[in-house]
């Protein structure tokens, strides 16, 4: 039981002594019993995502895999479960899934080859676990496409946290739809598509978000603070090069597609902003 804690949460050397703090939050899921370190700062935004999401959670590590299970499940979300890569991708390529939980440390087919493949075909978001302080694993699974990284030992309600953000911003808008267009660039909220002239941009979540905020201040500097929240539903890390990576991609995506006008620059130290063609 105390690897299976020591895997979801850091604990310091204060925290360890200070038993008296510690023991009140103990909480109790199923037969397991897990004791949150410290509070989440964004619980207050962990609104109700659509109860019949569908998560494919990838992990070689069964024990793990069973609590996140029970865990989101708890939550009313629906968890198909895989121990390998190769399972994942043949699960994956079987039914419909809302998001993706990956490994990216795993046996055979490793986590990055399994986001590879998922990419070859589907926007679905995806949120990658990796190793605390390995950074290039999540620099390249951002570049091929991940929607948002979180290291291991985590708590799992910000796992939860992250995909409940993930899933509001990735359903088309219910209502009246409203079209940003600056340029070649067209941006329909309605039905949660993006494209350059006539050619269909095929956006993961986080760079469809990334790209409204944009367009709706065009020629405007946006904070990467601000595209932060917006984009991953949660607050800027330190040295956190999430959002610059996937403004990275975005430029490829629409540079790729023959939008040669619109260009994202870099407000050095500040944030992005889109500048109109001539």
Request: proline share 5%; with cysteine; hydrophobic share 35%.
């Amino acid at each position: 039981m105390r690897r299976l804690v020591d895997k979801l949460y850091p604990r310091t050397r204060e925290q360890t002594s200070a038993n008296a703090q510690i023991l009140p939050r103990i909480v109790k899921y199923g037969s397991l019993i897990i004791a949150p370190m410290t509070p989440l700062a964004d619980d207050a935004n962990m609104n109700e995502p659509d109860q019949s999401a569908s998560i494919l959670l990838i992990d070689d590590d069964r024990e793990l895999s069973a609590m996140l299970s029970d865990f989101l499940s708890a939550d009313r979300l629906r968890i198909s479960a895989c121990n390998s890569g190769e399972q994942g991708l043949l699960e994956f390529a079987n039914n419909q899934f809302d998001l993706v939980i990956l490994d990216i440390m795993m046996p055979g087919i490793g986590g990055l080859d399994v986001l590879k493949k998922i990419r070859q075909s589907s926007t679905t978001p995806v949120i990658m676990l990796t190793a605390r302080g390995d950074d290039i694993d999540r620099i390249i699974g951002l570049e091929f496409g991940a929607d948002d990284y979180l290291p291991k030992p985590f708590n799992p309600r910000e796992l939860l946290a992250r995909i409940k953000a993930i899933l509001r911003r990735s359903k088309p808008q219910n209502g009246e739809s409203r079209k940003l267009k600056l340029g070649d660039i067209t941006l329909d909220s309605r039905t949660h598509r993006a494209s350059v002239s006539a050619t269909e941009l095929e956006l993961t979540g986080t760079e469809y978000e990334i790209l409204r905020c944009l367009l709706e201040t065009p020629g405007e500097v946006v904070s990467k603070e601000n595209l932060s929240q917006r984009a991953l539903g949660r607050r800027l890390l330190p040295y956190d090069r999430s959002v610059d990576t996937h403004i990275s991609n975005l430029r490829g995506k629409l540079e790729r597609a023959g939008n040669k006008n619109e260009t994202i620059q870099n407000q050095r130290g500040v944030g992005y902003l889109l500048i109109p063609g001539s």
